[in-house]
């Protein structure tokens, strides 16, 4: 069935080091991809997207690129902070059938000064 | 910007007994949906409920769960007999619409610990 592997976590860097996230897809179609993140005490937020193979989703310095060739969507940013701390998600939805999330387990980032 | 909101955020249940979960969904969203986080594991669908009708459920959401939406604007999911293994994080979310890129925002969850 569809699917979404990520890397286990936890991950912990140093701030301003560089962040990779793995994300590999299992789907019988061709899905847009999804990366949420879930801050302490808080529900899962839309980070970025992208609907369609080679698209780049982009938001608060965060980037992952739709590589269909691999079935990747992994999540980089250059630079983290501190307050980048938090369990991030990918996730695959395809369209039609209202539209489920497929989460992945979660990957936690603990960012220290 | 809109939220979708939640309560209450934490129940405690006696097993056995019912709950009902609350949701206010974004008042212009025609989509909503329940997810579940049981801890330290990954977020599962459980349902996703479309002019008022369920659009399609997990073999989670078994004869022990309902969702209704009983006065257009809150969104409920009740669980009629709950087990201890129904301890988790709910989570409500709506859309505007079917297209896939259209993103589900999500509420901050129930944490429910059932006794």
């Known amino acids: 069935g569809d699917s979404v592997t990520q890397m286990e976590g936890p991950v912990t860097l140093s701030e301003e080091a560089f962040l990779t996230i793995n994300c590999t897809y299992t789907?019988?179609?061709?899905?847009?991809l999804f990366w949420y993140v879930q801050y302490p005490g808080e529900g899962l937020q839309l980070l970025l997207k992208?609907?369609?193979?080679?698209d780049k989703g982009s938001n608060k310095g965060f980037e992952a690129t739709y590589r269909k060739e691999t079935t990747s969507f992994h999540l980089e940013k250059g630079s983290v902070q501190v307050s980048d701390s938090a369990v991030y998600f990918c996730?695959?939805?395809?369209?039609?059938?209202?539209?489920?999330?497929?989460f992945g387990a979660g990957t936690r980032l603990a960012v220290h000064p | 910007e809109p939220e979708v909101t939640q309560t209450p955020s934490h129940q405690v249940t006696q097993m056995g007994q019912e709950v009902i979960l609350r949701c206010v969904p974004i008042?212009?969203?025609?989509?909503f949906y329940w997810y579940r986080q049981i801890l330290g594991q990954k977020v599962e669908f459980l349902v996703s409920?479309?002019?008022?009708?369920?659009?399609?459920k997990s073999e989670i959401f078994d004869d022990q769960f309902s969702v209704e939406r009983p006065d257009g604007s809150n969104f409920t999911l009740k669980i009629r007999s709950t087990k201890l293994e129904d301890s988790a994080m709910y989570f409500c979310?709506?859309?505007?619409?079917?297209?896939?890129?259209?993103?589900?925002?999500f509420g901050d969850g129930t944490r429910l610990s059932i006794l």
């Open positions: 996730a695959l939805m395809f369209s039609g059938g209202y539209n489920k999330l497929i």
């Open positions: 409920f479309y002019n008022n009708e369920i659009s399609e």
């Open positions: 992208a609907t369609k193979a080679d």
């Open positions: 979310a709506s859309s505007t619409g079917q297209i896939s890129n259209q993103p589900q925002h």
């Open positions: 789907a019988t179609g061709y899905p847009s």
């Open positions: 008042s212009n969203h025609l989509y």
